[in-house]
């Protein structure tokens, strides 16, 4: 085997990456897609798998479970990959999720089918922190910013392409086979990694800090239910989520007290010391925020209040996903290019409040093409920040930190998510029932007695004098919602304004050696991989 090198990335094919290194890339897409697909197709699937396995009960926590799962598991991944060795880790959680993918697949019950989505989430979490972490290790952060429009492609095509391909596979081979359709793509990715991804191999003397995971993991878990069942399955000031709530901040505490005294600490917190790490980590909880409070309540509006078809839903989100898509290109480009990038967190946090403000003044008589303007706005702020804010973060580590570093900031943007979906959607329900009482009566308060979200066939069954309301009911609430998620990203530009703009590490100007400016996001460091 051949001795570990540092890749030269300031000469002329410096951007150009090894062929190798481009099948490494094209691995980690499928792996990203795998783990970025799933909850959409399986989405989809949801009432077929009710009719057959029954339970509808329990139908929330197919999706409750793997949510669970991934959140807690991703810092634990990210610890382990800078402990352990990223390759071994992160094939490690491939594995895993694909074990659970053939057993979710064969369940039998809707009780086994839960478990089953509990283990795939766990693969799941190491899969978007591995990729990231990877990513960090092989391409300095310099030349990284060229393969953001490739993960925000993937992105998009997941997105876009979820529903549809989940739709396809039900239809046509069964639901099953929307968890049998992750084994060639993982397999095939497994075998890439395992023949051509070449990282040095480390073996930490230092134990698992086994503490610190039990309490991150009951504090996020604690914190995820609050944000799933408050207002839905519990009221916001019931005992239930009143004792998550006490349980949650408790272990947090208690974590961040164990990470100061811990050999290994899950989350190392002097990673929190720098400026920039801190201020990506803020900056990415509002994005997540905002991002999937937007991907939910878009297409209900434009479903119930445009009359879109819902078998295309993923289409409607185009004009935002590809405005995301082309300004992902272009910021890395940019980036590449210059080195420079506080310009995009600033510039995106304006674009998203703004295109956040715009689709607030959305109401029944609004046409498809100018909420597809005013989404096209949010996709171009959004394609400003969301592979910018894992740059910045992880040239603000050294590279024993990477990990950790990739997995915070993914569990932040996790976080981020099921907040703005709790919190967007408490303030969306509500107002669509006062809506409905106010232009229904009791015709009104009862239609929307057990969910404010309504299909496309409860709609249709409807009076007209209801679906009317119910049309305005769904413009108040979004307007509510996205009026909302506007203010909130004003706190993703306050932080934006605070990045300091520091020479990212890799190809073009040297960067400053550590502490030379004083900075502790200054530090320098190269990427080493083995030669292939």
């Not at 009076?463 to 309301?469: G, I, Y």
Request: aromatic share 8%.
């Amino acid at each position: 085997m051949a001795d570990t090198q540092t890749v030269d990335t300031t000469e002329p094919e410096a951007g150009k990456q090894p062929r190798s290194v481009r099948v490494v890339l094209l691995a980690l897409m499928i792996t990203m897609m795998l783990a970025m697909l799933d909850n959409m197709i399986v989405g989809t699937a949801m009432p077929t798998i009710v009719g057959e396995l029954g339970g509808l009960e329990h139908l929330s926590w197919v999706v409750t479970a793997y949510t669970l799962a991934t959140a807690a598991a991703t810092p634990v991944w990210g610890k382990l990959g800078d402990m352990y060795g990223r390759k071994a880790t992160f094939m490690t959680s491939i594995v895993i999720f694909l074990i659970g993918s053939a057993l979710s697949g064969m369940a039998q019950n809707m009780g086994e089918l839960i478990g089953f989505r509990a283990v795939q989430g766990l693969g799941a979490g190491g899969l978007m922190v591995g990729v990231m972490a990877i990513i960090g290790d092989l391409i300095p952060p310099r030349e990284r910013g060229k393969y953001q429009g490739m993960m925000a492609g993937v992105m998009a095509l997941a997105m876009i392409g979820g529903p549809l391909v989940g739709g396809t596979i039900t239809d046509n081979w069964g639901w099953r086979w929307s968890f049998y359709i992750n084994l060639p793509l993982g397999i095939f990715a497994l075998g890439l990694i395992s023949v051509v991804l070449h990282l040095p191999k480390k073996r930490s003397k230092a134990g698992i800090d086994y503490l610190g995971v039990v309490l991150l993991t009951v504090g996020i878990t604690s914190i995820v239910l609050v944000t799933t069942w408050g207002g839905t399955e519990y009221a916001w000031s019931s005992a239930r989520i009143m004792e998550l709530i006490g349980i949650g901040v408790a272990s947090l505490i208690g974590f961040v007290f164990w990470q100061t005294r811990a050999a290994e600490p899950v989350v190392p917190l002097h990673i929190f010391r720098s400026r920039n790490f801190t201020l990506m980590s803020i900056i990415g909880f509002i994005t997540g925020f905002v991002m999937f409070g937007a991907t939910l309540f878009l297409p209900l509006y434009q479903q119930s209040v445009q009359g879109a078809s819902a078998t295309n839903s993923g289409l409607l989100l185009l004009p935002m996903l590809g405005a995301m898509l082309v300004t992902s290109m272009v910021a890395g480009r940019v980036t590449t290019n210059t080195g420079k990038y506080k310009v995009f967190p600033v510039v995106g946090s304006v674009l998203m409040i703004v295109g956040l403000y715009l689709l607030s003044t959305m109401d029944t008589g609004t046409s498809r093409f100018m909420s597809g303007v005013f989404m096209a706005v949010v996709g171009l702020g959004m394609g400003c920040l969301m592979q910018i804010t894992m740059l910045v973060a992880q040239n603000s580590v050294e590279m024993k930190d990477m990990g950790v570093a990739s997995s915070s900031t993914t569990l932040f943007r996790t976080l981020g998510s099921s907040f703005g979906v709790a919190i967007m959607g408490a303030l969306f329900n509500n107002r669509v029932q006062d809506v409905m009482s106010e232009r229904a009566g009791a015709l009104g308060s009862k239609i929307t007695e057990k969910s404010a979200q309504l299909d496309a066939k409860s709609l249709e069954k409807l009076p007209a004098v209801a679906r009317e309301a119910y049309q305005h009911a769904v413009s108040s609430g979004t307007h509510s919602a996205f009026l909302l998620g506007s203010v909130v990203a004003v706190v993703a530009l306050v932080a934006a304004v605070f990045v300091k703009e520091v020479a990212l590490r890799g190809a073009g100007p040297a960067a400053p050696k550590p502490g030379e400016d004083g900075d502790a996001d200054a530090v320098a460091q190269a990427p080493i991989v083995e030669a292939v």
